[in-house]
């Protein structure tokens, strides 16, 4: 085994030492002159990590001893004997005293600005275990403490609000709303993001009466006497009310990013993902004047807005590939919705939910487009260049459409790729999927992306309310994806739980819900629709689902995701080793630094706080 591995890192050394010498520009200030001295030049790092227990999520899983840096590039990984002589009189050398490396954690999806502007402008309105409000009145009494601060025009922004965390147990109405206020216009959002309330001012801001029909894919509530009752469901009702809300200026927006740069660099997060809608410009900005400080992957919300921003890197050739801004802004492709939330009954399935609550009882949901639609629009994405789509599918019914979508582009009278493997049709959610669509998914090269946290957060009231054990056994079925071999990745979905990918890491392992519930049975049922089959995952394979795995459903499994030669120099420092601690203690593990390209971006420094509070 060692001399394998030693033989390797012979080969991989000598591989970079060609590379790093025949690519200009790789080390800053290192750059050989031309033609001389090429072959006698030896590397000289710029940082060598050393004396670390450093996993380095290649093929293998490999372990290695050491790594070097030069510039924002992983130029040598191996032995210690190995790398230290590529340190020079200015190679910083950095002891990791034991702790443990990975590659820095890669969102795999998540809404990286509308966090930010949540926490800056928005009352905080979530339940136990995410926040603090427990009933209607504690609710209320939030949103009237910010009335007190309120300026004249502005509106009165609420975020988070849980109805299944409420004593209540029900969302709240225009009629409670009205009780904080109603001459400030209120609008608070569920924490799924795909409904809100707001109250009697804003309904009027909105133009919403009696009369108003549904829009699309949406619903307006009302109660029993025919009025609105506030409830907005689903984006295109949210959005007749929210349109009207005076926008956040340019400065907050880049402090926001600023805000959650810290946030997610200090749960390991290298590269971030702004998962809907994104603004390239701002994000430019962003980067420029160092309110960006980790890496992020931009998705657009039309091919129109994706074709904007690629144009600007050329022409119609471009949008097969990412195209990098400086480096960290990463147009990385186009984004749609397909349903709804599974915690609001808007997930779309082909069986009806367990409990339907003021639904009919057959109640299965609806999609956002038609199978037609659907088609069409990834059919223009597709044939307008682009190979990477994301759709959010949470129901087995959204996700049905969306691989027949993916299916139809496929065919040969449309666009082919240069590989079949260029293309990465991701999935998002993949909350409640059947056995055999993870076979179409095999099929057709596709990527399912987990919202992993669902099992830990909302595990309990999808068993007893939504879904039933039998399909609540296999939300996010992570086994049946990593049977099938297929790449598939973790993520947050952030505002609507916390960034945290070593609790999702955690989660995917574990299959607990934070009562402590059991999401997973033993019990294989065969010939069932929803076969229950135990879906916890190892250690190593939840580890490349927030970290590899990520990067290639993103196409850039060349760039990051792994610490291996050429690659970026993008890690997280842990105080222990995620793949050697008991199971139950991943998500405790302590985040020590976050580097990204080289450079940290985040240090834990709580010893020396406690340091200063005892000489104080
Ligand atoms: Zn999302």
């Not at 009494?141 to 988070?160: D, F, M, N, V």
């Not at 971030?272 to 603004?279: C, K, L, T």
């Not at 493997?421 to 993949?430: E, G, M, Q, V």
């Amino acid at each position: 085994m060692k001399s394998t591995k030693s033989r390797v890192f012979t080969y991989m050394l000598i591989l970079t030492l060609i590379f790093s010498l025949s690519i200009p520009g790789l080390a800053a200030g290192a750059e050989p002159s031309k033609g001389e001295k090429k072959k006698s030049q030896k590397i000289e790092a710029d940082i060598i990590y050393y004396n670390g227990d450093i996993v380095t999520v290649d093929k293998n899983m490999s372990s290695a001893e050491a790594v070097a840096v030069v510039g924002n590039e992983i130029v040598a990984v191996g032995k210690m004997g190995d790398i230290m002589p590529l340190s020079g009189k200015n190679t910083k050398k950095i002891n990791l005293q034991g702790k443990t490396m990975l590659p820095g954690f890669y969102d795999a999806h998540s809404h990286f600005l509308s966090t930010g502007i949540s926490l800056l402008t928005s009352v905080q309105l979530q339940s136990p275990p995410i926040g603090t409000i427990k009933n209607m009145d504690q609710l209320l009494a939030a949103l009237s403490e910010r009335a007190k601060t309120i300026k004249p025009g502005e509106w009165i922004i609420g975020r988070g609000y849980d109805d299944g965390g409420l004593e209540e147990g029900r969302h709240p109405t225009r009629e409670d709303l009205d009780k904080v206020s109603t001459e400030i216009p209120i609008v608070i959002t569920h924490f799924s993001g795909h409904n809100s309330v707001v109250n009697s001012k804003a309904l009027e801001i909105g133009g919403i009466t009696k009369d108003t029909p549904n829009p699309s894919g949406s619903e307006i509530g009302h109660f029993a006497d025919g009025s609105p009752n506030g409830q907005l469901w689903e984006l295109n009702a949210m959005k007749m009310v929210s349109d009207h809300i005076p926008p956040v200026t340019q400065q907050q927006r880049l402090e926001a990013i600023a805000l959650v740069s810290d946030i997610y660099a200090a749960k390991g997060v290298t590269t971030a993902n702004d998962g809907a809608g994104s603004d390239f410009e701002l994000f430019k900005k962003a980067l420029d004047n160092n309110y960006l400080k980790i890496r992020s992957t931009l998705w657009f919300g039309s091919v129109d807005a994706a074709k904007k921003a690629y144009d600007q890197f050329g022409g119609k050739e471009v949008r097969g590939k990412n195209q990098y801004y400086k480096d960290l802004v990463v147009l990385n492709g186009v984004k749609y919705f397909q349903d709804g939330s599974p915690q609001l009954r808007t997930a779309h399935l082909t069986d009806p939910y367990f409990t339907t609550g003021e639904y009919p009882e057959d109640w299965v949901a609806y999609p956002t487009y038609t199978q037609e639609e659907l088609n069409e629009k990834i059919i223009e994405t597709h044939q307008a260049g682009f190979n990477q789509i994301y759709v959010h599918t949470n129901g087995d019914a959204a996700i049905d459409a969306l691989i027949n979508a993916y299916e139809e582009v496929r065919k040969p009278e449309y666009r082919q790729p240069a590989k079949p493997s260029d293309l990465r049709h991701t999935l998002i959610h993949t909350q409640f999927s059947r056995e055999d669509q993870f076979d179409r998914m095999k099929d057709l090269g596709l990527i399912p992306s987990f919202l992993m946290h669902h099992a830990y957060y909302l595990g309990d009231r999808h068993m007893a309310e939504y879904f039933g054990p039998e399909r609540s056994y296999r939300m996010s079925a992570t086994k049946d994806a990593a049977n099938r071999d297929l790449p598939f990745t973790l993520h947050c979905d952030t505002p609507v739980f916390p960034q945290d990918p070593l609790h999702i890491m955690w989660g995917a392992v574990n299959r607990l819900s934070f009562t402590g519930q059991e999401i997973f049975t033993e019990n294989y049922k065969e010939g069932t629709k929803y076969r229950s089959v135990d879906q916890r995952i190892t250690p190593e394979q939840a580890l490349r689902g927030i970290t590899i795995n990520a990067a290639y459903q993103d196409a850039e499994e060349n760039i990051t995701g792994s610490i291996e030669v050429g690659k970026r120099a993008d890690f997280v420092i842990l105080a222990e080793n995620p793949l050697k601690v008991d199971k139950m203690h991943i998500k405790d593990i302590k985040v020590l630094e976050t580097i990204v390209g080289g450079k940290t971006v985040f240090k834990d420094d709580s010893k020396n706080k406690d340091k200063d509070k005892k000489q104080k």
